[in-house]
């Protein structure tokens, strides 16, 4: 069998999920060869997300790399691909999510005991939206950088309270230990895809695909990002615009699924939720269930409050 090259960016994050879809294709006696691309996002890592402007951040030169057939496969963090991939790629497979929380990083202490007006860095408009919602005194920060750089940041800026990082990333790089508090559900919803890894591939490389599905592929952890991404789609949203969901199954072996999404202006005054059960078993179903939900939204007031951003209507990532 050919050796199968899979694409990632070159953070050690990225690093780490690539390597894990390799070994999971070893078990399963595939070859593998890791071909590092640096994406729009790494190229300019210090610029804000918001002066980027790019709905492929994170996946533009991956993508390129992919439909040149210089790789086969590509692994990303699924929060960070946009809802509509380019014509000739799709998702192969969806792994099994990891702890889908935000994790609160402090000098000490948990999110109750940040002091009045305390500070916290941040580059997400979902989390910032969400902090200030729970907690309309506090300060918020711009940070970007990989996960071991946002650490860094917080330990060299002695004025700066904490910062907010997914759990999954820190459980995956082994620093676990750093999390002072996983944010409850209530104060703090996930991005759509938070915590699952995704393997990308041209739609007629039949054996490629094949492949990593076998390996990788959880077909639950599927069905729900599939529900958060509809859902975000329909919203006309992506991974920079204050949109949050998480859908779950009830119980490990029923097909009662529950998501709750949520919607928020920046300042955190504005908010529309939905929180709703529908069976789901199938791919259609999934996408219904998120366009039902979006329209659940958009009727409490979620499609005023992006338009209000500039990022509804086709403005924001598609």
Not at 38 to 61: K, N
Not at 164 to 173: C, E, H, N, Q, S
Not at 248 to 270: H, I, N, P, T, Y
């Amino acid at each position: 069998m050919s050796v199968l090259r899979i694409g990632t960016r070159g953070s050690a994050l990225a690093l780490w999920q690539t390597n894990r879809v390799c070994e999971a294709l070893a078990r399963r006696g595939r070859a593998t060869e890791i071909i590092e691309i640096s994406t729009t996002g790494d190229i300019h890592a210090e610029a804000s997300i918001g002066q980027l402007a790019d709905p492929a951040l994170f996946t533009r030169q991956l993508d390129e790399a992919m439909l040149a057939s210089r790789i086969d496969l590509a692994v990303h963090s699924l929060k960070d691909l946009p809802t509509q991939l380019p014509e000739g790629i799709l998702i192969a497979a969806v792994s099994a999510r990891e702890d889908a929380r935000d994790a609160l990083v402090t000098r000490g202490g948990k999110f109750a005991d940040i002091p009045e007006g305390g500070t916290i860095a941040t580059s997400s408009l979902r989390r910032r939206a969400q902090l200030l919602r729970a907690r309309p005194d506090l300060v918020i920060t711009e940070i970007r950088g990989n996960v071991g750089t946002r650490l860094s940041k917080l330990e060299q800026n002695a004025g700066w309270s904490a910062t907010v990082l997914a759990a999954a990333g820190l459980i995956r790089l082994g620093l676990e230990e750093r999390i002072s508090e996983r944010l409850s559900y209530d104060l703090m919803l996930p991005a759509p895809g938070q915590a699952a890894m995704a393997v990308t591939a041209r739609f007629d490389d039949i054996s490629s695909i094949d492949a990593v599905r076998r390996a990788v592929h959880e077909e639950r952890s599927a069905l729900c990002v599939q529900v958060e991404r509809a859902m975000l789609h329909e919203l006309e949203g992506g991974c920079e615009v204050p949109v949050a969901a998480l859908a779950v199954f009830e119980d490990a072996k029923g097909w009662s699924m529950r998501c709750r999404a949520r919607v928020a202006s920046l300042d955190g005054r504005q908010v529309a939720e939905a929180d709703t059960i529908r069976l789901v078993r199938t791919g259609e179903d999934a996408d219904t269930f998120g366009h039902e939900l979006a329209m659940e939204l958009r009727d409490k007031g979620a499609g005023r409050i992006l338009d209000e951003l500039g990022l509804a209507a086709g403005r924001g990532r598609p």
